[in-house]
């Protein structure tokens, strides 16, 4: 009965578990499209936030995801493609974009 106990217990722990962002992709920001800032496209990459409390739970982690292997590849901007949500799971797919703003 405790081994059963302590499985439930970690498999609860797990589904609140959400990929936190890395300092360094913090500032990363979120473009609707490139806009009027001149940015390079520097690939793909996706995301995923599986088993969180809610499908926002989900979508915070593989937005987080998202940033922080746009950190990987440089960027410091993403623009986002495709979101697919499902009860397990939610999976996003972005461009990831090297601009220079204004600000």
Known sequence: MRHLT???????????????PADESKGIRTLE????????HL???????????TTAHDQEGAM????NEAERLGGNAVRVVNIDSSVATT???????????ND
């Open 64 to 67: 987080n995801d998202v940033y």
């Open 33 to 40: 499209d490139e806009g009027d800032y001149k940015c390079e």
């Open 6 to 20: 302590a499985g439930l217990a970690a498999v609860l722990l797990l589904q609140g578990c959400v990929a936190a």
């Open 43 to 53: 690939g793909f990459v996706t995301g995923s936030g599986p088993l969180g409390w």
């Open 91 to 101: 999976s996003i797919v972005a461009d990831v974009y090297r601009c220079e703003f």
